[in-house]
Structure formats: structure tokens, C-alpha cells
């Protein structure tokens, strides 16, 4: 199923990165998540939404395709949500807090927050896992 999903869709599918950092810096705001959960704090998740459609416009649109730009780019944008969901694991409020005392995680307990951890972060680590296999399998690109 993975081989057959379009990597043009996959990688533009990063910009919905954009409102989801919009939405957490208003969370921050309304004091419901840490600033380090935003793009003033330790999350840089939204370069990978910015830079979607240039890595889009760069590896597809050019009708030539750099593999390694794209497997570089799908890695970095990893790693950049593997920094995030860390940041968010250790920001709740529970036995394993290490982050945010004074103003922890708990908007992902309300809804419809609670949709980024349980639908949004898995779909857009599946579009970067899904990516990466067709790049190093050379399947449809």
C-alpha cells in the first residue's frame, strides 16, 4: 500500500504543518501548552511546512527529480517532528514531566486538540516513512 501512494501529494501533505504550528503558538497563548511547544520555543516544525512546496517545486515541478535532496529533506522534517512529540511527551503533566512546570501540556487532553497526537502526527509520520521507503526503493519516481 505504502509503494502505491503518490510522493508528490506526500510531500506537499507538509503544509499542513503551517496552521498546526499557527494553532499551537494560540494554544501558547491561551496558556494551554508550553512556549516550548511553539515556533518561539524549541519547535521548528514549520520550516518543514514552508519548505514543502519548495522542495515540491525543486524535486517535481523541474521534471527532474533529486532523490537526495528529497530522502535529505523527508529525513530533516523526521527528525524536526521527533523533536516536537518529544518535546510535547515530556511537557504533560504526569510522572515523567521534565518540561514546563509552571505551564505544562494539556491541551491535547481537550477536544479537538486531542486530534493532532492521535490522527495529524501519525499521518504526517507516515508521509515521511512512506516517502523515504519509494525513495530507496526507487518506486514510482
Known sequence: MLD??????????????????IVLFFLFEHQTIPQLMTFE????????????????????????????????????????????VINAILSIPSSFQLFAFDQPNIAIAYFPFVLLPAYLVPLVLLSHLASIRQILLNKGI
Open 41 to 84: 520555543g524549541r519547535n521548528f516544525d514549520i520550516l518543514s511546512g514552508l519548505s514543502a512546496p519548495i522542495i515540491y517545486y525543486v524535486c517535481f515541478m523541474r521534471q527532474k527529480i533529486n532523490k537526495n535532496i528529497l530522502l535529505i529533506w523527508n529525513i530533516a522534517c523526521l527528525a524536526l517532528l521527533l523533536n516536537i
Open 4 to 21: 502505491h501512494l503518490d510522493i508528490k501529494t506526500l510531500t506537499l501533505f507538509s503544509v499542513i504543518r503551517i496552521p498546526v504550528e
